[in-house]
């Protein structure tokens, strides 16, 4: 099983900051990793997927980087809504793995 | 728009048995593959088991393995969960998502709201 760590675990920041949330992987998983982005009490959403493809609806604020075990999600300025946890997962293999979470909390 | 609805959550005494359904609408369900993930109270997401869109291509988290089956009804636009020898680990909201791929994975695109299996005698 590939192990996500994420860092850092909690992250604070003020509205219009830059954001660097960063996910390695215990082994390669190339270019096949995903972030979701979860608010309180929802279900998550679909940031990014293979490592720096926006998903429908995201905004060009949140760029995603890296391939074989070193990604970073960068939020480019920080708004309300993206105070939240963020989560990384990759799809390289079975079984498919999650990262334990970075929480973006307002400064 | 997309719907994922997830029902047949609650609670069961250890070693018991549930079926959670996720029905789906506002998408051609039988094109795409469909997942449960599983998050306990305040911790992070686990994935549970997948189901391509044919419903041949199956797999499972190795914590469940051997123990949950997942599977579909195209006619009827479901994925099903089925919960056997629940254990108190399997205390949890359950979410059905959509994937973004028809028989392999992609991304988890769409999410429901989750529904709640608590095991405890």
């Known amino acids: 099983e590939i192990v996500l760590t994420q860092s850092p675990a909690t992250l604070s920041l003020s509205p219009g900051e830059r954001a660097t949330l960063s996910c390695r992987a215990s082994q390669s998983v190339n270019t096949y990793l995903a972030w979701y982005r979860q608010k309180l009490g929802q279900p998550p959403r679909l940031i990014i997927y293979?490592?720096?493809n926006r998903a429908t609806g995201i905004p060009a604020r949140f760029s995603g980087s890296g391939s074989g075990t070193d990604f970073t999600l960068t939020i480019s300025r920080l708004e309300p809504e993206d105070f939240a946890v963020y989560f990384c997962q990759h799809r390289v293999n079975w079984p498919i793995t999650f990262g334990q979470g970075t929480r973006l909390d307002i400064k | 728009q997309v719907q994922l609805v997830e029902s047949g959550g609650g609670v069961v005494q250890p070693g018991g048995s549930l079926r959670l359904s996720c029905a789906a609408s506002?998408?051609?369900?039988?094109?795409?593959?469909m997942h449960w993930v599983r998050q306990a109270p305040g911790k992070g997401l686990e994935w549970v088991a997948f189901?391509?869109?044919?419903?041949?291509?199956?797999n499972y988290g190795d914590s469940v393995k051997g123990r949950f089956t997942i599977s579909r009804d195209n006619s009827k636009n479901t994925v099903y969960l089925q919960m056997n020898s629940l254990r108190a680990e399997d205390t949890a909201v359950y979410y059905c998502?959509?994937?973004?791929?028809?028989?392999?994975?992609?991304?988890?695109?769409?999410w429901g709201q989750g529904t709640l299996v608590t095991v405890s005698s």
């Open positions: 189901i391509g869109d044919s419903g041949n291509n199956k």
């Open positions: 506002g998408f051609t369900f039988s094109r795409y593959a």
């Open positions: 293979d490592a720096f």
């Open positions: 998502a959509r994937d973004l791929a028809s028989s392999w994975v992609m991304g988890l695109d769409d």
